[in-house]
């Protein structure tokens, strides 16, 4: 798949479920990460993957250093967010991608 469709494919799979609500929540992005459904299992992962890959772009741009171990997989990251939803329930208001720029920064020690 090319990579710059992704992002828009990610954004109208996201946007489907409920055409009002502007930004995933963290509530909503747990949902999908715990759902048995294929398509819920992919969106999800592929959000934080995405949003993890754009903090490191600006990260980098910004001269910090990397923060995420290269050979990380999108499956190891969605644990480390789900993980930290199911302990912090409060997240689950916050908008999804700060939820998952927390959990990862909080559990790699990113500075």
Request: charged share 25%.
């Amino acid at each position: 798949m090319n990579i710059a469709i992704l992002p828009v494919t990610l954004l109208t799979v996201l946007a489907a479920e409920n055409p009002a609500t502007t930004f995933e929540t963290g509530d909503g992005l747990l949902r999908r990460c715990v759902s048995e459904n294929v398509a819920e299992s992919i969106a999800c992962t592929s959000y934080i993957q995405g949003v993890a890959d754009l903090w490191e772009i600006i990260r980098t741009l910004d001269k910090s250093a990397g923060c995420l171990p290269i050979r990380m997989t999108g499956k190891e990251l969605t644990e480390v967010v789900v993980k930290h939803l199911k302990e912090r329930p409060e997240l689950g208001k916050e908008i999804a991608a700060s939820v998952v720029i927390t959990s990862v920064g909080k559990e790699f020690n990113c500075k």
